[in-house]
Each structure stands twice: as structure tokens, then as C-alpha cells.
């Protein structure tokens, strides 16, 4: 490896077909800023080596033998905020693909995507991007309105939000920790909690997965205007 490159994003891949792991695993590392670290074929084992080796990126199949991909995102977003999650799918199912966008994954790419378009999604959701679509993260706002009533007199969820609030859905949407959002605004950990409490309550969410999922909509919102 060039001691000049930064260091790689490491990658956690997880399907339950060991072929398609080594398949991914070979286009991934003809990268020199990619590294697998580990591989998974279930919910389970995924959460598990996830929060032993804390990856950059977790490459996730919808199906899985013992559950949800989406549920496995979930449960890795909500106990490693960092740790980035890119579905690789074999089909392109809406409401699996919304749930996913929920449970706070940064993006999703099909299995028949070309090996230079595979490795460019898990550089680009490394490097902190996303590959949602536009047009299904304004329907994932819609779904939100829809599912929770008039949010606000307005029907934008986020106007109930105070600018200290706002503010700090911002960060979470970032990835950062309460302790990390305490200390960039000199603020006690609690307090952050409490504000976090508040946030969740006026977005009608319960996740911290959810919170950043519609931090990721509302900026790709505002990039299409």
C-alpha cells in the first residue's frame, strides 16, 4: 500500500451466500483506499462483528436467513452512529428500500451494478455522501407526514424544531455521539440528552437511525432546490 494514501475505508460485507462475499470482496480490494476487515451472513453475526470491528462502511443484503437486512442496519446504526451502511440488493423493492432509508442506511446499489459502479458507491458512503434517490427521500417525508399526522401547521416537520434543536439534528445527522455534541457546545451530556428527547418527540421518531435518516432527506431536498 502507498505509505502517501490516506488510510482505507474499512469495509464489513454481509450476505449470506459466501460466493457474493468473495465476488464483493475481490472488486472491492482492486482498491487501494478499500479494505474488508470482516464478513457476516446473518442479523446476528452482522451486529456482532460490526461492534467488534467497527467499520467505516457495512455492505448489507436485504435478505438474510435469520431476519431483515433493514433490521440489522437499524441495530448497527443505533449502536455505531459512524459506521456507515450501503444496501446491495438484488432488486429494487420500494417499501424494503424505505424501510431501509428509516433505519438510517446511507444508500443502495444493485448486485448488477458494474464493479468500477460498486466500488465508487462504497467510496462515496465512505467519504461521507449518499446514494439515495431524490425522488425516494422526498417520499420518505411524504410517508412520515402521512404516517404521523399534520406534524405542523405547515406540514413540515422540522418548523416545530427550536434553532438549538435543529442544530443539533444536524449533528446527529453528522454521526456524532451526545458526549461529542456536549463538547462542541459546551454543554452538559444530559442536557444534550434531554434536547435529543425533545427532537424525537417533536419528529415523532424513536431512533437515532431515524433522526439522521431525515437529516439525510431534508439536505437532499434542499440540494434539488
Not at 22 to 27: L, P
Not at 31 to 50: I, N, P
Not at 204 to 214: G, K, P, T, V
Request: proline share 5%; aromatic share 2%.
Amino acid at each position: 500500500m502507498n505509505p502517501s494514501l490516506p488510510d482505507p475505508i474499512r469495509v464489513l460485507l454481509v450476505d449470506d451466500h459466501e460466493l457474493v462475499r468473495r465476488g464483493v470482496q475481490t472488486i472491492l480490494e482492486r482498491r487501494e483506499e478499500l479494505c474488508v476487515v470482516g464478513e457476516a451472513g446473518s442479523v446476528e453475526a452482522a451486529v456482532r462483528e460490526a461492534d467488534r470491528l467497527k467499520p467505516d462502511v457495512v455492505v448489507m443484503d436485504l435478505r438474510l436467513p435469520d431476519g431483515s437486512g433493514v433490521d440489522a442496519c437499524r441495530r448497527i446504526r443505533e449502536h455505531e452512529p459512524a459506521t456507515k451502511v450501503l444496501i446491495l440488493t438484488s432488486q429494487a423493492d420500494e417499501d424494503a428500500l424505505f424501510s431501509a432509508v428509516l433505519a438510517g442506511a446511507s444508500g443502495y446499489v444493485l448486485k448488477d451494478l458494474d464493479p468500477r459502479g460498486i466500488q465508487k458507491a462504497v467510496l462515496d458512503v465512505g467519504h461521507g455522501g449518499s446514494l439515495l434517490d431524490p425522488q425516494l427521500t422526498t417520499r420518505v417525508l411524504d410517508r412520515v407526514r402521512r404516517g404521523n399526522g399534520a406534524l405542523h401547521p405547515a406540514d413540515d416537520p422540522f418548523q416545530a424544531l427550536s434553532p438549538q434543536e435543529d442544530r443539533i439534528l444536524e449533528m446527529i445527522g453528522d454521526g456524532l455521539t451526545n458526549r461529542e455534541i456536549a463538547e462542541r457546545l459546551s454543554l452538559s451530556e444530559k442536557t444534550i440528552k434531554n434536547y435529543v428527547s425533545e427532537i424525537y418527540a417533536k419528529l415523532h421518531i424513536q431512533h437515532r437511525s431515524q433522526a439522521s435518516s431525515l437529516v439525510t432527506a431534508r439536505r437532499l431536498r434542499k440540494a434539488q432546490l
